[in-house]
T-cell receptor, first 113, second 117 residues
Framework: DTGVSQDPRHKITKRGQNVTFRCDPISEHNRLYWYRQTLGQGPEFLTY????????KSRLLSDRFSAERPKGSFSTLEIQRTEQGDSAMYLCASSFGLADEQFFGPGTRLTVL | AQSVSQHNHHVILSEAASLELGCNYSYGGTVNLFWYVQYPGQHLQLLLKYFSGDPLVKGIKGFEAEFIKSKFSFNLRKPSVQWSDTAEYFC???????????????FGQGTILTVHP
């Protein structure tokens, strides 16, 4: 499968725990995006990377959220001290080139109890 | 900040009916426009996109969309829907010029389309 992959697909955690999600973009895609989607809403932008550099962060991304893309390939999104309001689908997308068409992964569904 | 509004939350049609899903955005500058589709159990897929040029763009599976700049609209159309078109449809906007803009997509809240056989 040469698409964007995300791991895990589902995560259930208790409030206050830390969680980490991984995204593997399409090979050679230099841009990587994170979005969050809650029920009944469209995806909301969180942050994006071009190669290793984190170029933009949304105000939605509180201090409890951190994202990395250490070698310009896969990326991780960590949420510290999870809250029930963090329950959502976390989507990753990757792109390359001038057109920057974003290809989405299947998402990680987080449930915070 | 830009925003995207999709007029209908849920649309129910019979097969062979015509479809039009509304999308309006609020941003005064140059934009790139997209429609994404999410079939049940699958991830988001690009249906069509507009960067510049002909405001009527054609996508996959017989879908098309028309960009009307004066109305800040990018409505999705299909002359005859099929049961397999049952999915959720998202309109998205990216600030930029032509086909060389990078950065975040701003999505509408989505429209669920149910097509009855």
């Amino acid at each position: 499968d040469t698409g964007v992959s995300q791991d895990p697909r589902h995560k259930i955690t208790k409030r206050g725990q830390n969680v980490t999600f991984r995204c593997d973009p399409i090979s050679e895609h230099n841009r990587l995006y994170w979005y969050r989607q809650t029920l009944g809403q469209g995806p909301e932008f969180l942050t994006y990377f071009q190669n290793e550099a984190q170029l933009e962060k949304s105000r939605l991304l509180s201090d409890r959220f951190s994202a990395e893309r250490p070698k310009g390939s896969f990326s991780t999104l960590e949420i510290q001290r999870t809250e029930q309001g963090d329950s959502a689908m976390y989507l990753c997308a990757s792109s390359f080139g001038l057109a920057d068409e974003q290809f989405f992964g299947p998402g990680t569904r987080l449930t915070v109890l | 900040a830009q925003s995207v509004s999709q007029h209908n939350h849920h649309v129910i049609l019979s097969e062979a009916a015509s479809l039009e899903l509304g999308c309006n955005y609020s941003y005064g500058g140059t934009v790139n426009l997209f429609w994404y589709v999410q079939y049940p159990g699958q991830h988001l897929q690009l249906l069509l996109k507009y960067f510049s040029g002909d405001p009527l763009v054609k996508g996959i599976k017989g879908f098309e969309a028309e960009f009307i700049k004066s109305k800040f609209s990018f409505n999705l159309r299909k002359p005859s829907v099929q049961w397999s078109d049952t999915a959720e449809y998202f309109c998205a906007v990216k600030e930029g010029a032509g086909g060389t803009s990078y950065g975040k997509l701003t999505f509408g809240q989505g429209t669920i389309l149910t097509v009855h056989p």
